[in-house]
């Protein structure tokens, strides 16, 4: 590649850059290179194929419980985040986990409400998966992960054919995975925890159930990878940041039971 290429590539990179800053409700710099639209297509196709390939659980009383759960928090969340209104699905499956994508679709397996002993914490988690769609996260992943290729691209013009600098950049390519995408992911998962508390508190959820959930995680979930290496913060690391948190949180718990959101969901 000739130098002028290389400079024209150079410039591109620090343009998509310049223009594609965002802040998220926290206040935290992101990338976002996608359009919300093709966002939100992307999260209602991924929702549909999901319904189409696992088994889901269509009435009952865990649907009934999960729903309400649900429909506590939904008035909470700004309507821009889900235009034709939000949808939840029950899929029977063993773990222990819940989502929320772009346009509005949520779903829960059946193995997150044998880790949940209550409405309080099932919201915990609900409300982080819709804390996910609330700060772009989805939009800023992928923003970031285009960004960190198309940067390598550009160091991988400008070594050449140098032996010394092809090894260089291999391990820049293992640096970027490591120091990059998956602190983000972290950061991720930090910052849908600080908002999630906080939906969870303005619909009437005890936020203090949040540290009891993510105990139970803990003593469930086994051997977990060092936390630099994962993309999820350990459990005590988020069991610390929610403590610190819970003051905050219990006082806006303590508005919304004062103004009436009391949820009475029962599993």
Known sequence: MSVRHRRSLAIAVVCLLLTACATSPTGRPQLQFMPDSQIRAMGLDAYSQIRETEPTIDAG??????????????????????EDGWE???F????ANAFALPGGKMGVYTG?????????????????????????????RMSTEFATVLGLGVLQAAASDDPERQRLMAALGIGAQVGIILP????????????????MADSGFDPRASVQLWENMRDAGGDAPPEFLSTHPSRDTRIRDLRKAMPTAIYRYEQATAAGRTPDCVN
């Open 61 to 82: 009383p865990q649907v009934d419980y999960v729903e309400c759960v649900a429909a506590a928090i939904i008035p909470q969340v700004p309507g821009e985040y889900a």
């Open 184 to 199: 983000f992911s972290r950061i991720h998962e930090s910052e849908a925890d600080e908002i999630g508390l906080g939906l």
């Open 92 to 95: 029977d499956g063993e773990q």
């Open 88 to 90: 939840i699905t029950l």
């Open 112 to 140: 997150l409400l044998d880790i949940a002993d209550n409405q309080d914490q099932l919201a915990t988690v609900i409300a982080h998966e819709i804390a996910h769609v609330m700060a772009n996260h989805s939009n800023e």
